[in-house]
DNA sequence: TTGTAGGCGTTATCAC
DNA sequence: GTGATAACGCCTACAA
């Protein structure tokens, strides 16, 4: 509404304003709710209602009769401000519709409120679900997710550099074949302030990483394969990242040849697809003889194991569990499907996120933020 | 690198950064890069590079020996600079890590290059792949997507505001629950300066909706249906927002009505969820005499279908499509696995991602964005 | 508690 | 084709 050049003219934008106001139903719609106690915090007020755009904190501060600064420090918590500036205020606001421009602030305060999640490996459903939980909770603590689909590593790079210019506050990666190279090359040149790998574990030092207790984990997996007596159990392993993902495929393997005296096989899948784990597991019972066969696959997540019941279902025309058991890992959205009934472990994401929220605001941690812990949920896969 | 406050001391950068450059192998990469022709662009060159943060236009500037505001013509392209002054500008600016400041640009420019895209199903799998599309679409055209999760329409309310503050470009939904009222909220305040709905129709006069010709699917499968002899269909909606959502339903019933003389069936599940489906259609077969049971099942899209399935299935033990058939819409992950073998249809996302990107571009649009064509997919379930 | 100066890094516009 | 001026709207730091 207003033009750039122009300076500005808070005496008629009471006026203005009072057309736009009826129209949005806005101070009105303020002050009944004042009334009736539905709220007395005009930014929560503001927050469900529409405003106008184009008002600067100068318009309010004028119509407040009160400095710039002061509008300012109205809308943020903790500042000292007297009840009756803020009150003044917040009016002005309400009748204005002025909300703070988060673009202008940012680049003040070098604070975007962004971050960016970088996901590769959209054919995996439980990045629904990670999604799902880390855009809710961030949001309720005033960030805003720029998701970003990566297709290689490149790309990845490319678009971290992209958010180093958008000055996010953060770099969540969520994706399974990001390697350390691209986390050394984000911070070598300190293109990103923070990087934090969410859901699993990095080395890296310079990296937070944010994840559940795999050992711990993998290990109820692996006692509880042993427990209901599974003999020869074929380990499915995802993407071989350097040094990462091989914590759960490790801890099984160990754990089994602790408790029997005997190696377990593994095989890599190398992608956390449903239809690659599929191909997969057709391919390699096929070329294995019927009394080589494994009675359980215990897959690195539910991805795999989706894949790997629908082959031993539909390939092979066998039955899960009566002739080839699969745990999974995860729990995924369709893990509870009555198609597979997964026997899986669940990460407790919605804690993992917001403890994600304390890293961002900088609080120090006491807690080790690799070890939460989930449960582990028998269904009737294993 | 730089403080606050200081002055630009450029005669000091090229030495600072020398050593930083060493390190992120960036002059010399790009210069390698420039010898073996793998780019001439150095755009193209520091978008796959990491870059130093905090270098500003003015630093650049210096360096080269131009201006500020040429700088910037260096990097905007159609921007009417010299050859000479250019490759001068650029080199500066790979010796020195620069990339613009997206923020500040925004700021400037009143664009931030940001769209927000509102969801509020993620028990949908096929908002993965509408996500998978258009973040990597829209990222190749400029734009970043920032993904707000919403709980419910005051919820969205919230979104859309803080959408307005952050100045994105656009916002998009391709939820399921979104109504009228909230479009209109949106615009009448201009909030938001462009609302697109994506996948799917509104008849919002403001709003821009970017949708397959629901009709003409919605057609081909229910003579898709006829064709295959079906007798009993049973229509199974999803969400009944006022106006948007009922095409498909209307469609199908008025197709069969037309063809065979008598009214279908139909019952509304209320939410694109496979769990919500399965608990519907459990609950409505049950409640029928058998002789009143449908033979098809025509599901408004693929989660309800997902659903309906399991539960001919796994709760009445009966055989897709022997004894009851089923039709979904989308083409979502998983429509395809051997569990479902799917027939659906499928929308061209991809396509319309792009013309999205053309309309965020603000191009005259020639053609109808509200019929774009995709493809009927039979596989074993109807 | 409140007001002031200066700066954040870019872009629109216009003069040369 | 290039340089200069004046925003963009807010925040930090400090003074009153």
Redesign the pocket.
């Known amino acids: 509404m ?6 500005p003219h808070t005496t008629h934008l009471r006026d203005k304003f009072t057309q736009y106001n009826r129209e949005a139903g806005f101070y009105d719609c303020y002050l009944y709710w004042v009334n009736t106690a539905q709220t007395t915090d005009i930014c929560e007020f503001m927050s469900r209602n529409t405003v106008i755009h ?1 008002v ?3 318009d309010v501060a004028a119509l407040a009769g ?5 509008v ?2 109205a ?2 918590k903790d500042a ?3 009840l ?2 803020k009150k003044k205020v917040l009016d002005a606001a309400a009748e204005l519709g ?1 909300l ?2 988060l673009l ?2 940012g ?3 070098d604070k975007s409120s962004l971050v960016s999640l970088l996901i590769d490996d959209f054919s995996n459903p439980y990045k629904l679900l990670m999604m799902e939980r880390l855009t809710r909770i961030l949001r309720t603590h005033g960030w805003g997710t720029i998701l970003v689909n990566t297709v290689n590593n490149d790309d990845a790079t490319d678009a971290l550099l992209n958010a180093s210019q958008r000055r996010v506050d953060a770099a969540i990666l969520i994706g399974s074949r990001y390697d350390e190279a691209i986390l050394t090359a984000a911070l070598g040149a300190r293109a990103v302030r923070k990087l934090i790998v969410f859901g699993r574990y990095s080395s890296h030092p310079d990296t937070i990483s944010i994840g559940c207790d795999d050992v711990s984990a993998m290990n109820q997996i692996a006692d509880h394969v042993i427990a209901r007596g599974y003999q020869r159990p074929l380990f499915l392993a995802g993407p071989q990242t350097p040094s990462a993902h091989l914590l759960r495929q490790d801890t099984f393997l160990k754990r089994w040849s602790n408790q029997k005296q005997e190696k377990a096989d593994y095989t890599t899948v190398g992608v956390y697809d449903p239809k690659a784990a599929y191909e997969h597991v057709c391919r390699v019972l096929g070329a294995l003889n019927k009394n080589q066969w494994p009675d359980i696959l215990v897959s690195e997540n539910d991805a795999i194991a989706m894949g790997a019941i629908d082959a031993v279902r539909y390939h092979f025309g066998l039955k899960v569990p009566h002739d080839i058991a699969v745990t999974g890992f995860d729990n995924a959205p369709f893990a509870d499907s009555p198609n597979y009934e997964l026997t899986t472990y669940r990460q407790p994401i919605s804690e993992m996120a917001e403890q994600l929220a304390e890293v961002l605001k900088g609080r120090q941690l006491t807690q080790k933020l690799n070890h939460f812990k989930g449960e582990l949920i028998i269904r009737t896969s294993a």
């Open positions: 207003r033009k750039r050049g122009s300076s184009s600067t904190a100068d009160v400095s710039r600064w002061t300012n420090r809308f943020k000292s401000i007297s009756k500036s002025y703070p421009d202008a602030a680049l003040a305060s």
